[in-house]
């Protein structure tokens, strides 16, 4: 069969390796693709936006299935789009999409099925915002209630802090029509767990566990990021987690989104707080996370197109989906400046160390192809992931593969998975 994936960075590239390992795949294409990604299928220069273009490419190559990676165009309404012209596309429909899509939406949902989160208010204008941030409790948390590339949550630890968030989010819009609903929300402590699943309307199945870093620096400092590397298994996300989860969160927000009558087809990924009063939803999104599905996907044992088309066929619960009894490290290479100012289109060398190395892998986040050498980008320019046995021998794979790797600006975080010596 033939597959298409929409999309661009290191999450498409980790899933166009992982369709590639499938027997019943003989091509991929993926819009617009990367450098990396070429490596396993035809990239071919259409933007994830541009649905009318993707829905003629899909039907004139006949693409039996296709794959959509990023927020944008699920929130946009592609696999509408895709649908419409009778073609078979994985990923949530636009009425389910806005489970990531809206902020506003997921905690109203979550407030009336009874699924834990922090307490929130919602507002429409400035005036309101501040005149409720004069007596909240700090520290509190704003959120732009629209897309805004993971980098539209405040926490402001004064009501200085807070009264310049709501002027930057709302009077300023910073993140454009994304910031005109903002989210309050109560500030919470705890560790945080990322959670990718299944959905096929009806049921989920649950990939497993990782934790992201998104602070741009060591040490959780500086600005977020989208995200500097990962884990898998996450030690905290304990058997009595899981089961907690199961029965408060996974399965209710999976129905609670079908009673709404937007019946979620795709991945939900829960971002969960694990505080002292038990689990909590962080924030949901319809997509897989980047650079979760770096760790996650090198270990799944599933043919990942069965997968895929039970999601789309709504016979999930026929799949036993299995992950290997190891662990696995992602460390982002990025560009020094990312994620303000940095510079692209700069050589990188060493890729070739990478090739018949088991376990080890280099998933390209912003790469191209400029005079016949791969060069830098994007901030995100490459997730060196390596499998261990646990997660310390995963961890020390990856630092060593870093190695293998340069670019002129290359930067990235020493301290991915520090979390791990505190289990
Ligand atoms: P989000 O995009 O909603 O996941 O938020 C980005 C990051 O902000 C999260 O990964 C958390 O580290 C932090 N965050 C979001 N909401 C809260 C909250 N209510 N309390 C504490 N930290 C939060
Ligand atoms: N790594 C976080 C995300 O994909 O949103």
């Given at each position: 069969m033939k597959v298409l994936i929409v999309g661009s960075g290191g999450r498409e590239h980790a899933i166009a390796w992982k369709v590639a390992q499938s027997e019943r795949v003989d091509k991929i294409y993926c819009a617009p693709g990367n450098a990396g990604i070429a490596e396993y299928a035809e990239c071919v220069p259409i933007g994830a936006m541009?649905?009318?273009r993707l829905v003629a490419f899909a039907k004139e190559k006949e693409i039996d299935l296709t794959v959509i990676g990023m927020d944008d165009p699920l929130v946009g309404g592609v696999v509408d789009a895709f649908e419409a012209a009778g073609l078979r596309v994985f990923g949530p429909r636009?009425?389910?999409a806005i489970l990531e899509g809206s902020k506003a939406f997921s905690k109203d949902l979550m407030k009336k099925y009874g699924i834990p989160t922090a307490a929130y208010e919602v507002f429409h204008s400035p005036e309101t915002a501040m005149e409720y941030l004069q007596t909240a409790k700090l520290p509190i948390v704003l959120k732009a209630d629209g897309l805004a590339l993971g980098k539209g949550v405040l926490i402001c630890q004064t009501r200085e802090e807070a009264m310049d968030g709501v002027k930057s989010l709302m009077m300023d819009r910073s993140f454009g029509s994304a910031g005109d609903t903002i989210v309050v929300e109560e500030f919470m402590?705890?560790?945080?767990?990322?959670?990718?699943t299944f959905v096929d309307g009806n049921t989920y199945r649950i990939m497993a566990s990782a934790q992201d870093h998104k602070r741009a620096q060591d040490g959780d400092q500086g600005l977020n990021t989208g995200g500097m590397g990962t884990f898998s298994p996450s030690p905290f996300y304990t058997p009595e987690v899981d089961a907690f989860?199961?029965?408060y969160i996974y399965q209710p927000t999976v129905d609670a989104m079908r009673a709404e009558g937007r019946t979620f087809q795709g991945v939900i990924f829960f971002g969960l707080m694990l505080t002292e009063d038990g689990p909590k939803v962080l924030e949901y999104n319809a997509r897989f996370g980047d650079p979760e599905t770096q760790v996650v996907l090198v270990r799944m044992k599933n043919d990942i197109v069965d997968v895929f088309e039970a999601c789309v066929d709504q016979t999930l619960d026929q799949i036993d989906l299995q992950f290997e009894e190891n662990a696995a490290v992602c460390v982002v290479l990025a560009s020094d400046g990312y994620p303000l100012k940095y510079e692209k289109g700069l050589p990188i060398n060493g890729l070739e160390n990478f090739a018949d190395r088991d376990g080890y892998y280099v998933f390209h986040a912003g790469s191209r192809f400029s005079d016949g050498q791969i060069?830098?980008?994007?901030?995100r320019v490459l997730g060196v992931t390596a499998k261990g046995a646990d997660l310390k021998q995963a961890r020390?794979?990856?630092?060593?593969?870093?190695?293998?790797?340069s670019f002129a600006n290359k930067y990235m975080r020493h301290d991915i998975g520090k979390?791990?010596?505190?289990?």
């Open positions: 541009e649905f009318d636009k009425n389910a402590t705890g560790r945080e767990v990322s959670v990718l989860c199961r029965q060069v830098t980008n994007g901030g020390a794979n990856a630092y060593a593969a870093t190695e293998w790797v979390a791990i010596d505190e289990a």
